[in-house]
Every structure is written in C-alpha cells, then in structure tokens.
T-cell receptor, first 114, second 109 residues
C-alpha cells in the first residue's frame, strides 16, 4: 500500500441498506477526514479524526458515523442509506492538525443510492 | 457564514497564461490552499499561502491578500494536461478546510 486506499471503488445501494466505506493509509498520519463531493458544490466535511481514538463532526455529519480504532483505518458507515447520500466520497489524511498540513486524498468511492 | 467563491469555468489556449481567482469570507484564517483535480480523480495539492504575496512553484504561482480576502492561482505556459478543476480551500480558525466549488479549466489547442 502506498498512500491512501479506499474500498469499494463504486457501489450501487438500495435505500435503507447499511454500508461501510473503508479507508486505510500507510503514512502514519495522525489526522483523517471524510468528505463528500457533489456536482456544483465544494468538498464538504462529514467527519474527522485528529488522532486514533478520537472523532469529530464536520459540516454534514447526519446519517453517517465513523470510528478510529487505530492510526491506519477510518471507516465511514451509512446506517440506513438514503438517495440524498448519492455522492463521491473521499477519504483524506494529514500529518497534523495545524496550518500547512496538506491533506492527501484517496481515490474516492462513487456511491449511488436508489 | 463561511463562503469561498471562484469562477465555475474558464477556457484558455495552450501555451498561454491563465489566472484563477478566489475570494473568501471565513471565521478565522490559517492559510489558503490550491488543489488540482482531474476528472474522476482525487484532488492533489498545488500550493499553500499564509502570508501576503506571491509563491512561485515552476509554472504555477499563487498569490494571497489577506486584507482583501483574495487569492489567485496563475498558470503559465499552459499544457493540455492542465485541463482540470482547480479547488481553492481556506483553513479556518478550527483548522478545518472550507472548500470552494472549484473552477473547471478547459485548455484548447
């Protein structure tokens, strides 16, 4: 593994189903983030984690949950998917929380909820 | 509220120069980032400005004026591979990135 990986690459999901998007990084970065990207809108932060064992809510957390059991993994769970959660989801990581900590992005997961 | 504004789309000619503007209003300021995103791919880091002035990095330069809440990304000697979206993002007082919607740059031969 080099950098950040996400799985699956794409998924079509029936409304009401539970889904976990996986994210793993091998850079030993402390901070990790989940964003969604929708056409015409900027990246919007869903949840973040500044270090293993801690998580926080971003701009659009409703309907999503995360956990950070270790440094490398940061899964995002949709408990009961709805069509408005159709989006491209990006996981990112950075070495620290402060300024000038560029975020490195995974390749994204394209999710369609029908 | 927090707001990042940048043009939706711009067109330029191969070999030319293009300037992509970004204006922002955020709660606090801990730096401004520019990212490049090719269609269907992840954003990748281009530049970071925290002090006023121009930062040059090869064909790309980024400028910041904190008093005006304004930045621009300057791309010189445009190449076809520069066709992409360019995302402006500001780090707010909570060290969270606030993102603009991105500017789609189309390069014509």
């Amino acid at each position: 593994i080099a950098g950040i990986t996400q799985a699956p690459t794409s998924q079509i999901l029936a409304a009401g189903r539970r889904m976990t998007l996986r994210c793993t990084q091998d850079m030993r970065h402390n901070a990790m983030y989940w964003y969604r990207q929708d056409l015409g809108l900027g990246l919007r932060l869903i949840h973040y984690s500044n270090t293993a064992g801690t998580t926080g809510k971003g701009e659009v957390p409703d309907g999503y949950s995360v956990s950070r059991a270790n440094t490398d993994d940061f899964p995002l769970t949709l408990a009961s998917a709805v069509p408005s959660q159709t989006s491209v989801y990006f996981c990112a990581s950075s070495d620290g929380q402060g300024a000038y900590n560029e975020q490195f992005f995974g390749p994204g997961t394209r999710l369609t909820v029908l | 509220g927090q707001n990042i504004d940048q043009p939706t789309e711009m067109t330029a000619t191969e070999g030319a120069i293009v300037q992509i503007n970004c204006t922002y209003q955020t709660s606090g300021f801990n730096g401004l980032f520019w990212y490049q995103q090719h269609a269907g791919e992840a954003p990748t880091f281009l530049s970071y400005n925290v002090l006023d002035g121009l930062e040059e990095k090869g064909r790309f330069s980024s400028f910041l004026s904190r008093s005006k809440g304004y930045s621009y990304l300057l791309l010189k000697e445009l190449q076809m591979k520069d066709s992409a979206s360019y995302l402006c993002a500001v780090m707010d007082s909570n060290y969270q990135l606030i993102w603009g919607a991105g500017t789609k740059l189309i390069i014509k031969p």
